[in-house]
């Protein structure tokens, strides 16, 4: 089982930059394929972006070029960085990895 715990959603201007971070505890973090997903109000939950074990990614396409996840298996954290941020960006950001999720954090965009 692993406890996923994300952080770093906020308020930002369009056009800026936001980083997520999740951290993993409670299973051998390094084995395990992670993903972020958002859920924007009355829409469904959808994969924005996963990197398996050995850090290999993929990206939605809506979010190519300009979201990156990445990993840290020391830390036991897995990030998002989502740079020029549009009014169609905000929602709930979700960590997901090993079947389990996080709680989610909120990220919201001001034009």
């Known amino acids: 089982q692993v406890q996923l715990v994300e952080s770093g959603g906020g308020l930002v201007q369009a056009g800026e930059s936001l980083t997520l971070s999740c951290v993993a505890s409670g299973s051998i973090f390094s084995i395990h394929h992670m993903g972020w997903y958002r859920q924007a109000p009355g829409k469904q939950r959808e994969l924005v972006a996963a990197i398996t074990s050995v850090g290999s990614t993929a990206d939605a396409d809506s979010v190519e070029g300009q979201f990156t996840i990445s990993r840290d298996n020391a830390n036991k954290t897995v990030y998002l960085e989502m740079n020029s941020l549009k009014p169609e960006d905000p929602a709930v950001y979700y960590c997901?990895?090993?079947?389990?999720w996080g709680h989610g954090t909120q990220a919201t965009v001001s034009s």
């Open positions: 997901w990895g090993n079947g389990c």
